[in-house]
């Protein structure tokens, strides 16, 4: 793994939001903060307000666990490095594991063993990205978290996009995606890196405490910006984010 270059976490989160905002918490006022998400300026603290807050609309419960001493880098990741790599922990991929969530290992599940149901249907649909991801061009980012490159690392945006990739080929994930790597040492006492009993337990208390109010996902309480004269971001445009997105 080559670190690139040092990179704020509102480089991240821009590129984070990118990729979700084609999902309905963003419907009511997309036109009003499109060009803050397609267009970012990242040396404008206003914009990078605007974009923590509905980020944190919808991920607030994840962003706020990573640790405040988190640094983030932009990396280029090797073949070998993806032995290093597991899918975020939860959902469908629970299932897909059996007992190893490394995305070598959950790649290995996808080949060799056959699924039903709606997990059938989950892997029928990382199957066809897979397939795109081959021949089209998406040069979308990826975000990961870890202690150092010395231990595992795990995928909190991008799990559906790695896994298509690395099925399709290691050279697919290593020249289509932008990856942003955030590095903790304490990153063992985040619940999406270790789940531990304890890590899960103050994961559940900070969700209760912000289940009904979060002040950090308030955008009306932020300066307001002006929207661009012509809106960007069409139909199209979300179908095709939708297709190389996923909800966590």
């Known amino acids: 793994m080559k670190r690139l270059r040092r ?10 939001l990118k990729n979700e905002f084609y999902q309905e918490e963003f419907h009511r006022d997309r036109h009003r903060y499109e060009h803050l998400v397609l267009d970012a300026d990242l040396s404008s603290e206003e914009e ?7 980020l944190f609309r919808r991920r607030g419960h994840m962003w706020r666990e990573l640790p405040a001493d988190t640094q983030w880098w932009e990396v280029e990741l090797e073949p070998q490095d993806l032995t290093w790599i597991r899918v975020f922990p ?6 897909i594991a059996n007992g190893s969530f490394a995305l070598m290992d959950i790649v290995h599940q996808i080949r060799t063993r056959k699924f039903s149901g709606r997990i059938g249907e989950f892997i029928s649909k990382i199957q066809s990205l897979s397939y795109r991801l081959r021949y089209d061009n998406d040069y979308s980012s990826v975000v990961l978290i870890g202690l150092d490159e010395d231990h ?6 991008g799990n559906h996009r790695m896994t298509a990739g690395t099925l399709s080929s290691p050279e697919t994930v290593h020249n289509r995606f932008r990856v942003f790597l955030g590095l903790s040492e ?11 009993v304890s890590n899960i337990f103050r994961y559940m ?11 950090d996902a308030n955008v009306t309480g932020l300066p307001s910006m002006q929207p661009a004269e012509a809106s960007t971001y ?7 984010r939708k297709a190389v997105s996923e909800p966590k």
């Open 48 to 54: 990078n307000q605007l974009r923590r807050a509905l």
């Open 152 to 157: 595992p690392i795990t995928i909190i945006e």
């Open 90 to 95: 939860r959902a469908h991929w629970r299932k």
């Open 7 to 16: 990179v704020t976490e509102a480089e991240v989160i821009a590129e984070f």
């Open 234 to 240: 069409t139909a199209k445009a979300v179908s095709a």
């Open 186 to 196: 304490r990153m063992s006492q985040v619940c999406w890196y270790n789940g531990s």
């Open 205 to 215: 208390k900070n969700r209760v405490r912000h289940l009904w109010s979060d002040p």
